[in-house]
């Protein structure tokens, strides 16, 4: 399952990459189309060409597309999360094997020997982690590794699933 995530859904476009769902954000097309914001007819046409399901907050924009949409109500990202598991049966398991980059949504490759990326992180993180992987995109390179953010994270979707 393949999304693309309206311009006011970031955070939740981060957090489904973080969680392994190849995620398209809105405002990252604004190179490809050279357009700021997208017009909802270029994001229509952008999830038709590449079979992606378009979740957004939009009741007009989800009207004209409702059957490749999700339309999302409220606030917060752990309340979308939870609206995305009752209406996909998405399963939020954390794996850093599967998770995508979270600024770019590119796979993510283990480093092979953490002294490559010594000066990528603060000298704690260093220092306390063993397993770090990278993105794979050449212009991004963002380091990962399995910290105390992601257990917080964790903790809440279990919390969100208690309701």
């Not at 392994?20 to 809105?26: C, M, P, Q």
């Not at 004209?64 to 049966?89: D, M, T």
């Not at 979270?102 to 993510?108: E, H, I, K, R």
């Not at 306390?128 to 380091?143: D, G, M, S, W």
Request: hydrophobic residues 35%.
């Amino acid at each position: 399952m393949k999304f693309l995530a309206d311009a006011m859904l970031g955070k939740l476009a981060r957090f489904l990459r973080i969680f392994g769902y190849d995620t398209i954000y809105a405002n990252d097309l604004i190179d490809y189309y050279h357009v700021d914001p997208v017009p909802d007819e270029k994001l229509k046409l952008y999830a038709e060409e590449h079979n992606r399901i378009v979740i957004t907050k939009d009741l007009p924009f989800y009207q004209k597309i409702r059957e490749k949409a999700i339309f999302l109500e409220g606030k917060g990202v752990y309340n979308y999360l939870n609206q995305l598991k009752v209406k996909l049966k998405l399963s939020y398991k954390f794996n850093i094997q599967n998770a995508r980059c979270s600024t770019c949504n590119s796979p993510l490759q283990e480093v092979p020997d953490k002294i490559l990326i010594k000066n990528l992180v603060k000298h704690e993180t260093f220092l306390t982690y063993n397993e770090f992987f990278q993105c794979a995109n050449p212009t991004c390179r963002k380091v990962f590794w399995d910290g105390p953010h992601i257990a917080d994270i964790n903790r809440k979707i279990q919390n969100m699933t208690k309701n």
